[in-house]
């Protein structure tokens, strides 16, 4: 039975409930109803929080590579599900990701499209993504990036399967209503930079002095691994732990100091051995992507807490405002996307650290 409206001070229940009838025929409803839903004390998420082992998802990666060719599909991806989310192709309340299996010899073919896109190499070599015309070689580790309404293609001219994660600001996009996208016609936008130019005019921390500062996206479209591991490498011998974190590095765009991608925040991030982080929660939705080492993330608390044990190439879900520790047993080093620097623009944007 549905519990028709609670009286007030004013009116009894009937009274209200006829009320509402009266008004719901012209299209209008009560706040007062469901102000507390609107705005809750604190932010409410659809999503929970999920682990999606490596070992468990790989044979079927693999298994549809059997099943479609890249280019039928024309992205061959097993989308990774929020399991309070199914159907929805969200990871977490306002991204997308997915691992997206590329075979040698194959072609994604060329689109663009409104959502802006990256890339964290899993596994694999010799696969490139082209942007607008420039081809980048992907190894593990690697972050590329797909910026919005840029033409974009895959290609593999190894001699192993490709995998890769694709993390997406679809949800976000499509919350705006603002998603759309093209078709290139032919499998390959045409190559008009050799491979590395754009690092190599941006990444070494220059610019030609004739470019602007305000572009949107890094025009940096490749964060080799190589270079972010050396990073990390020569920093930890400092020890200086954040307590949080570890050692968590973003990435950012080079002419702007600004977040690599005006939608999605991208880490690198350093766990010692034998780490635990103190308990930490933000309003950001966040997916992690184990590059090495091995732990659990433990969220929520006391008995009541999920507990997320994960190793090499596994992919996690924390939503938003989930209040969560970090245990690293070995050396670790993590991979992670969010949705923080659109929450920072907006003024939304929260942390607490510790138990507060
Ligand atoms: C897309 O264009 C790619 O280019 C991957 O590799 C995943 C998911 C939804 C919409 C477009 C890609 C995607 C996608």
């Given at each position: 039975?549905?519990?028709?409206?609670?009286?007030t001070?004013?009116?009894?229940?009937?009274?209200?409930?006829?009320?509402?009838?009266?008004?719901?025929?012209h299209?209008?409803?009560?706040?007062?109803?469901?102000?507390?839903?609107?705005?809750?004390?604190?932010?409410?998420?659809?999503?929970?929080p999920?682990?999606?082992?490596?070992?468990?998802?790989?044979?079927?990666?693999?298994?549809?590579?059997?099943?479609?060719?890249?280019?039928?599909?024309?992205?061959?991806?097993?989308?990774?599900?929020?399991?309070?989310?199914?159907?929805?192709?969200?990871?977490?309340?306002?991204?997308?990701?997915?691992?997206?299996?590329?075979?040698?010899?194959?072609?994604?073919?060329?689109?663009?499209?409104?959502?802006s896109?990256?890339?964290?190499?899993?596994?694999?070599?010799?696969?490139?993504?082209a942007?607008?015309?420039?081809?980048?070689?992907?190894?593990?580790?690697?972050f590329?990036?797909?910026?919005?309404?840029?033409?974009?293609?895959?290609?593999?001219?190894?001699?192993?399967?490709?995998?890769?994660?694709d993390?997406?600001?679809?949800?976000?996009?499509?919350?705006?209503?603002?998603?759309?996208?093209?078709?290139?016609?032919?499998?390959?936008?045409?190559?008009?930079?050799?491979?590395?130019?754009?690092?190599?005019?941006?990444?070494?921390?220059?610019?030609?002095?004739?470019?602007?500062?305000?572009?949107?996206?890094?025009?940096?479209?490749?964060?080799?691994y190589?270079?972010?591991?050396?990073?990390?490498?020569?920093?930890?011998?400092?020890?200086?732990?954040?307590?949080?974190?570890?050692?968590?590095?973003?990435?950012?765009?080079?002419?702007?100091?600004?977040?690599?991608?005006?939608?999605?925040?991208?880490?690198?991030?350093?766990?010692?051995?034998?780490?635990?982080?103190?308990?930490?929660?933000?309003?950001?939705?966040?997916?992690?992507?184990?590059?090495?080492?091995?732990?659990?993330?433990a969220?929520?608390?006391?008995?009541?807490?999920?507990?997320?044990?994960?190793?090499?190439?596994?992919?996690?879900?924390?939503p938003?405002?989930?209040k969560?520790?970090?245990?690293?047993?070995?050396?670790?080093?993590?991979?992670?996307?969010?949705?923080?620097?659109?929450?920072?623009?907006?003024?939304?944007?929260?942390?607490?650290?510790?138990?507060?």
């Amino acid at each position: 039975m549905t519990s028709g409206p609670a009286k007030t001070s004013k009116a009894s229940g009937a009274e209200l409930a006829g009320f509402y009838d009266r008004i719901g025929d012209h299209n209008l409803a009560p706040l007062w109803e469901v102000i507390h839903k609107l705005v809750a004390r604190t932010p409410v998420t659809k999503a929970v929080p999920h682990l999606w082992r490596y070992e468990a998802l790989r044979p079927y990666l693999i298994e549809s590579g059997s099943l479609i060719t890249a280019k039928e599909a024309e992205r061959r991806v097993l989308v990774l599900e929020n399991p309070a989310l199914r159907g929805l192709s969200q990871v977490v309340d306002t991204l997308y990701a997915g691992l997206q299996l590329i075979l040698p010899g194959e072609v994604a073919p060329a689109h663009r499209h409104t959502p802006s896109a990256l890339r964290f190499i899993i596994e694999g070599t010799q696969a490139f993504t082209a942007v607008d015309g420039e081809k980048t070689y992907m190894d593990p580790g690697d972050f590329v990036i797909t910026p919005n309404w840029a033409w974009h293609d895959h290609g593999h001219e190894g001699d192993a399967p490709m995998i890769w994660l694709d993390g997406l600001d679809l949800p976000i996009v499509h919350f705006l209503a603002a998603t759309f996208a093209e078709t290139y016609g032919d499998d390959q936008f045409p190559t008009n930079t050799p491979p590395g130019y754009t690092l190599a005019r941006y990444g070494n921390n220059m610019r030609p002095v004739t470019d602007k500062y305000d572009q949107l996206v890094s025009p940096i479209f490749s964060y080799p691994y190589t270079r972010t591991r050396e990073a990390l490498a020569l920093m930890e011998k400092t020890q200086d732990w954040d307590p949080a974190f570890g050692l968590k590095m973003e990435f950012l765009n080079p002419l702007s100091g600004a977040p690599a991608m005006p939608t999605m925040s991208t880490f690198m991030q350093l766990l010692p051995k034998g780490f635990t982080s103190m308990p930490y929660q933000a309003t950001e939705h966040a997916v992690y992507s184990v590059v090495e080492g091995s732990g659990r993330v433990a969220v929520g608390e006391g008995e009541a807490a999920t507990v997320l044990a994960w190793g090499p190439k596994d992919h996690f879900a924390i939503p938003g405002w989930c209040k969560h520790r970090l245990e690293a047993d070995e050396e670790a080093v993590l991979f992670s996307f969010s949705d923080q620097v659109v929450q920072q623009k907006l003024g939304l944007w929260r942390e607490r650290r510790g138990q507060g």
